[in-house]
């Protein structure tokens, strides 16, 4: 398998220079993210996002509220230095004793204070009520100006600079330019209120201040969105990296050394990648192996098929790749991956067919890639469902016809396969080049079902010469007749010939009614008594009106002649290099049952006979092909004792020996069901009464005189 697939994961060597022309048009070999290309992109979407700002409300009231203050500040001053200029209160009349004195005084004069000395009253109750930027602003003839002006010329000031500079604060202010437009806005304003002095105008155009403040949550938040919008760059698997006679720039260059091509010092990754790949499949067939039933032929037999078998499909496979240049088809359609499952399963089990199956389809992946490394999944899951489709369909593998059907069952899914594929790609069928590759595709899916069964019918005989396997064809020649050992047991035996015929017919019913194999019971009946022809008058039908011999023999001695026929036809076989199968069968057809007539004869004599002295060595039938054989041998040695046979008598006598060997434990060691028991009775009853079936008599003619 390495070895095989070592070239298609073998990293490709390229002779890659910075600020030259490529030699050959190079393609990705596998998908991988650009992660320098996308890092630019998510920078560019993050400096595209601009600050947030979000507008302090509160500014605009802070302001008006300073405004209004400064003006009620203004009023209560200007009332102020009204009261203090107001003239005196004239004293209280004097009593008597003091109106002398009090005329020589004169009356009190009204106090008249300084610009000064209001100036210092209105800057006194300013402090800390105005910014420092007024200060600027306001010189002592402004406020002279402003203490001489009416208070209701000051009420209509103040509401005219709380409206302007509220109207100029309902707009976003966060730059110096928004800044300008503003207080110009404040400006016009209250210059077109009319009348309202330029102090005013002033300080209503400082009050207007930025009421837009810089968020950073909000623009991290907005940044990180536009980063987390942007995709990944990704260079997907066979994606063009740069063309044959293309410059190479830092870009490419960059793009060549993510994807591996410029430095090759870690290529052994890829083969250390597929040995843990081929260790996993071969894990799985070792825990399958570990289980195998070794009853006809042993493990190592079953390893060497196997391993032919494998390496085969593996072999076709690869030949199959070397024609995969086709770009326009999937070469990998036609490769005849049934052929392996379909002999893996005649040859050794379904599971280890199934198991092999996706196996395959894996190393078809490999196999059929057109980038070292990766892999075909569409080639992979095609070849692992025409494989499984020929092991779930193949059920009667002992016909030649039958796989011959299997083959054409599996180019059937094949090309429903094939289309379902072209289905999910979504792809434009209408122009003739689509509609002809899909064509091609469909007749190779065809192809592929049919070669797999020509294949298999063709290699399926050196199998099962070379391993001793028992075919349909081997078991047909060894029905011939003319067969030297069939000729024997006829010239020799001619009553035992006939008796085999009969238990031929019966075991190979009840064989296809539980769907054993009716072919080798029916040729194993054949030569089951073979062992009869050493002495073949012991055995009542061979003596055909002779006295019995063991009228004249002990117990003992009638017993080793008849247990001996069994263990004498399976070396006679044995010695014939007879199938396994067959030997066994002629084994283990009686089982370890009693020689119930000579044991109880030899009871007669002694009473301290065993029972176990009397029974036929086995071993028991292990299969349900010797079960079935052994069961129809004593059916119609019993059957045909009777005088009168009827159905009720054929039904009780095979009811009654099918209990009696089931009670003793004969079918024990085999894969007998208590419905197969049932179904293979009812098998024997409809055999028997259609040979034992009632005739007419015809009536007898006067006798001539």
């Known amino acids: 398998m390495f070895g095989i697939m070592f070239s298609n994961v073998k990293p490709e060597k390229i002779n890659v220079q910075l600020f030259s022309n490529a030699e050959k048009t190079i393609v990705a070999p596998h998908s991988f ?187 991290q938040e907005k940044r990180q969105q536009a980063i987390d919008s942007v995709e990944p760059v990704r260079i997907s698997q066979g994606d063009t990296l740069v063309k044959a006679g293309q410059f190479i720039d830092r870009d490419i260059y960059r793009l060549l050394t993510v994807a591996g091509f410029v430095d090759q010092s870690n290529s052994i990754a890829p083969f250390v990648g597929l040995l843990i790949i081929i260790g996993l499949m071969i894990c799985a067939l070792v825990y399958l192996f570990k289980n195998i039933d070794t009853t006809i032929h042993s493990k190592n037999t079953y390893l060497t098929m196997y391993l032919l078998i494998f390496s085969i499909t593996l072999i076709l496979l690869k030949i199959f790749s070397f024609f995969q240049t086709m770009n326009t088809t999937e070469i990998g359609y036609i ?219 002990p117990p003992q001695t009638s017993r080793n002649i008849i247990v001996a026929h069994a263990t004498d036809g399976a070396q006679i076989l044995r010695d014939h290099n007879m199938p396994k199968e067959i030997v066994d069968i002629a084994a283990q057809h009686h089982g370890t049952t009693l020689l119930k007539f000579f044991y109880f004869k030899a009871k007669e004599q002694n009473e301290q006979t065993q029972e176990e002295e009397y029974r036929y060595p086995g071993p028991k039938a292990s299969s349900k092909e010797a079960a079935i054989v052994g069961t129809a041998d004593s059916i119609e040695a019993a059957v045909r004792s009777l005088n009168n046979p009827t159905p009720d008598k054929i039904e009780s006598i095979v009811k009654a020996i099918i209990k009696d060997r089931l009670q003793d434990g004969q079918y024990s060691d085999c894969a007998l069901t208590f419905k197969e028991l049932e179904e293979i009775g009812q098998s024997f009853c409809e055999t028997l009464q259609g040979i034992f079936h009632s005739r007419i008599e015809y009536p007898k003619g006067e006798e001539e005189s």
């Open 335 to 553: 490769a005849p991956v049934a052929m392996g499952a379909m002999l893996i399963k005649m040859l050794i089990n379904d599971r280890i067919a199934i198991l092999s199956s996706i196996i395959f389809g894996i190393c078809g992946s490999f196999i059929f890639n057109m980038v070292p490394g990766a892999m075909n999944y569409t080639v992979g899951s095609y070849l692992i469902i025409s494989a499984v489709a020929s092991v779930l369909f193949l059920n009667q593998h002992n016909r030649r016809l039958t796989i011959l059907q299997t083959g054409l069952f599996v180019s059937f899914i094949n090309v429903v396969t094939v289309i379902a594929m072209v289905l999910l790609t979504n792809r434009d069928l209408s122009g003739m080049t689509e509609l002809l590759e899909l064509g091609v595709n469909t007749t190779m899916a065809i192809g592929s079902g049919v070669v797999s069964a020509v294949l298999t019918i063709g290699i399926l005989p050196f199998f099962e010469v070379g391993f001793g396997m028992l075919s349909t064809m081997k078991l047909l020649e060894l029905s011939n007749p003319n067969h030297p050992l069939l000729r024997k047991i006829l010239m020799e035996t001619p009553g035992t010939y006939h008796h085999s015929v009969m238990v031929a017919n019966l075991s190979e019913s009840a064989c296809e009614a539980v769907g054993a194999n009716g072919l080798l019971a029916r040729v194993a009946s054949y030569y089951h008594d073979i062992g009869k022809t050493k002495r073949p008058h012991y055995f009542i039908e061979n003596q055909m009106g002779r006295s019995n011999p063991h009228d004249k023999l």
């Open 33 to 219: 993210e650009d992660r320098e290309a996308t890092e630019n992109l998510r920078k560019e979407a993050e400096d595209k996002v601009p600050d947030q700002y979000n507008r302090d409300k509160d500014q605009a009231y802070q302001q008006v509220a300073r405004v209004e203050n400064f003006f009620d500040v203004l009023i209560d001053t200007k009332k102020q230095v009204a009261e203090l200029e107001k003239a005196p209160v004239p004293p209280t009349p004097p009593s008597e004793g003091q109106e002398d004195s009090a005329q020589d005084q004169d009356p009190p004069e009204p106090v008249q204070l300084t610009d000064t000395e209001k100036l210092k009253l209105l800057e006194e109750s300013l402090a800390g009520q105005v910014p420092e930027q007024w200060n600027d602003e306001l010189d002592d003839e402004d406020l002279l100006f402003l203490l001489a002006s009416k208070e209701s010329d000051l009420i209509r000031y103040k509401n005219a600079s709380v409206t302007a500079i509220n109207n100029a604060m309902s707009r976003d202010i966060h730059t110096l330019e928004n800044l300008t437009e503003a207080r110009n806005s404040a400006r016009t304003e209250l210059s077109l209120s009319g009348n309202v002095p330029s102090v005013i105008i002033n300080l209503s155009s400082l009050s207007v201040v930025p009421n837009v403040i810089y968020d950073s949550a909000q623009t």
